[in-house]
């Protein structure tokens, strides 16, 4: 038997969810918590086989609250449920050990298909997410060569959308402070920026972070 925690603030949701499963003999609802905080103290005395997370919570980010649930547990499936199709929600998801995303207008099949794919250790996409992600990729490719970025420089733009000084970098990256300082040089040229903040976001509207 595989035991299902619900994790979402809306009972339409919750509900909907409980009724496509309750004739799929394989699986079975052992809980539906309505916040991270209900959600926490939930998986600190039990261990579901698979989670359905609302990333939209009212007391914590869902993402944040993958992060935390993975630190506490390294074996259960998490399964991302959003009415959102973004491609930065659905890969920032999977980065902090998601095993799937699903669209909250799922039909049935697609539920049970992910929940089955995800026991067995891969990873589920929905349709929708995939797709997205597939556009994400073939944009990311193409500002890439509009940009003409180096390996390098790639990977210190990721490190500054981080949040990362210039210094933290060059330590990071065992690189002077004086080449990290030219590597940013370039990428305002390349970006025709004047200031991070502005690098970042030319950055985020290309996919390139």
Same mark, same amino acid.
């Given at each position: 038997m595989i035991k299902i925690l619900i %994790? #979402? #603030?809306?009972?339409? =949701?919750? #509900?909907? $969810? +409980?009724?496509?499963? +309750? #004739? /799929?003999?394989? =699986?079975?609802? =052992?809980?539906?918590? +309505?916040?991270?905080? /209900?959600?926490?103290s939930y998986l600190s005395n039990h261990d579901p086989d698979i989670i359905?997370?609302? %990333?939209?919570?009212?007391?914590?980010?869902g993402l944040e609250l993958c992060d935390r649930i993975r630190s506490m547990n390294k074996k259960v499936k998490i399964i991302g449920l959003t009415s959102t199709n973004e491609a930065s929600i659905i890969t920032g998801l999977l980065q902090r050990g998601g095993n799937g995303y699903l669209l909250k207008n799922m039909e049935r099949d697609e539920l049970i298909e992910a929940i089955h794919t995800v026991q067995k250790d891969k990873v589920f996409l929905s349709r929708a997410a995939n797709d997205k $992600?597939?556009? @994400? *990729? @073939?944009? &990311?490719?193409?500002? /890439?060569?509009? *940009?003409?970025?180096? &390996? &390098? /420089? +790639?990977? %210190?733009? @990721?490190?500054l959308a981080d949040g990362l000084t210039g210094p933290q970098i060059a330590e990071k990256l065992f690189l002077s402070p004086l080449t990290i300082e030219t590597h940013r040089k370039n990428l305002f040229k390349k970006f025709k920026v004047h200031s991070v903040q502005l690098l970042l976001k030319v950055a985020r509207d290309s996919s390139l972070i």
């Open positions: %994790i #979402d #603030d809306h009972p339409l =949701v919750c #509900d909907g $969810i +409980k009724t496509m499963l +309750k #004739d /799929e003999s394989s =699986v079975e609802v =052992v809980n539906a918590s +309505k916040t991270a905080t /209900e959600a926490l359905l997370l609302d %990333i939209s919570l009212p007391d914590m980010s $992600i597939l556009e @994400q *990729f @073939q944009s &990311r490719v193409a500002a /890439e060569e509009n *940009f003409l970025l180096t &390996r &390098r /420089e +790639k990977e %210190i733009l @990721q490190l």
